[in-house]
């Protein structure tokens, strides 16, 4: 979402400081790294040290017990709203139980995100069932798809050509991008920021779509009659549901409102943790732990954004350790600021308001400076650039 910054070959270098509120600033540059000398840190080594660190303090083992809580927890809530919708009938109070569904497949769609990050089992296998079963059958996106984007992303997150999150979709990310809408599109991109969150209000909308024009299109999908069956039978079975039950205005304002939620819900959950950050260029040469860290921002908080976010607000320690349940990154957070301070490797964390603030500000200036200079992103500035 940002002009790239680039990278020549080489390490990228170090900075003294952990930023805590990065001011934004016109469109990300591509970071430019200095060339490998003598005496450099061998990155390899570097991470492996933390990876040591956190394994030995017993952060990477399994929590199963609070994801069958938090799962019990999700269940009895989803049964809830299923009751109250029997019970209230023909009732605009319908609409606030809709908002509290989407607010729970929300929590949904972050288990089977856990899942699909091997954070639940131990097992591969038992993973993948829950993840897809969740997803498909619960949520009602496509596990195939979000397993490949996702799986893209986090092996190369804001890199150009290689990340599919900063792929221009309605919002650019990049002022190359933005340089090429015309019209309309055009009005709308350079005012993408202020429209951010209100296009969330149809993420929930694209998510479904993406995921059935995955099953249903010619590339490949593991399990792709597995997922159809399940996709087919949970979208069905829902509409058919609300539309017998409810009169059809209600019904479609049902729907309408849930599917607002989610889609917000969502976009608001992830859009923190990469937006307004540095963007590298395709050819970039930069080790996996300046990749992760540099690219990510962290969220300050409490145990309600800890259950609000899903755990994302740890976004730093869940890019360096994908595979890491969700209690633990805590921990894992106080491990990672110290490893990055005594390594010189810039830390960015914000609260989640000051997040917003930078992620509607940055959109706004890719979109007013197509063809212009980018900006100085925050790592950038840590460098000195």
């Not at 539309?243 to 939620?261: D, H, R, S, T």
């Not at 307004?276 to 970039?284: D, H, N, Q, R, T």
Request: proline fraction near 5%.
């Amino acid at each position: 979402m940002s002009t790239p910054t680039a990278l020549t070959d080489g390490n990228v270098p170090t900075a003294p400081r952990v930023e805590t509120s990065p001011r934004v600033q016109a469109s990300p540059r591509v970071i430019r790294t200095r060339p490998r000398g003598e005496g450099n840190t061998n990155p390899t080594t570097e991470y492996s040290g933390l990876l040591s660190t956190v394994r030995d303090a017993g952060l990477l083992r399994r929590r199963r017990g609070f994801y069958y809580i938090l799962f019990s927890v999700l269940t009895l809530a989803l049964g809830g709203i299923v009751t109250g919708f029997v019970l209230l009938g023909d009732s605009w109070f319908q609409l606030l139980l809709a908002a509290a569904l989407g607010i729970v497949l929300t929590q949904f769609a972050f288990l089977a995100h856990e899942a699909s990050h091997r954070q639940v089992f131990e097992s591969g296998k038992a993973n993948d069932v829950a993840g897809r079963t969740l997803a498909n059958l619960v949520v009602g996106i496509s596990y195939s798809w979000w397993m490949n984007k996702h799986s893209r992303h986090h092996a190369n997150p804001n890199v150009l050509g290689k990340d599919p999150d900063i792929v221009r979709d309605v919002v650019s990310f990049t002022p190359e991008d933005a340089a090429r809408s015309r019209g309309a599109y055009a009005w709308l991109t350079r005012r993408q920021g202020y429209a951010f969150f209100p296009l969330l209000l149809l993420e929930g909308i694209n998510l479904h779509l993406h995921g059935f024009r995955t099953v249903f299109g010619k590339g490949k999908v593991d399990k792709r009659w597995v997922e159809i069956s399940m996709l087919v039978a949970r979208v069905g079975l829902y509409l058919a549901v609300v539309f017998w039950a409810l009169p059809l205005g209600m019904a479609f304002a049902f729907v309408g409102v849930q599917m607002a939620v989610f889609g917000l819900y969502m976009g608001a959950s992830f859009a923190p943790n990469h937006k307004g950050m540095p963007i590298l260029p395709k050819e970039a040469r930069v080790d996996f732990l300046r990749r992760q860290v540099l690219t990510s921002r962290s969220i300050r908080g409490n145990w309600f954004n800890d259950y609000f976010m899903g755990g994302l607000n740890y976004q730093v320690e869940h890019h360096l350790f994908p595979n890491m349940p969700r209690p633990a990154l805590r921990e894992a957070q106080v491990i990672a600021k110290e490893y990055c301070a005594t390594h010189q490797i810039p830390y960015t964390e914000t609260s989640l308001l000051e997040s917003y603030g930078i992620v509607v500000r940055y959109l706004n200036r890719v979109g007013l400076s197509a063809g212009g200079d980018p900006f100085d992103c925050p790592a950038a500035g840590a460098y000195g650039r």
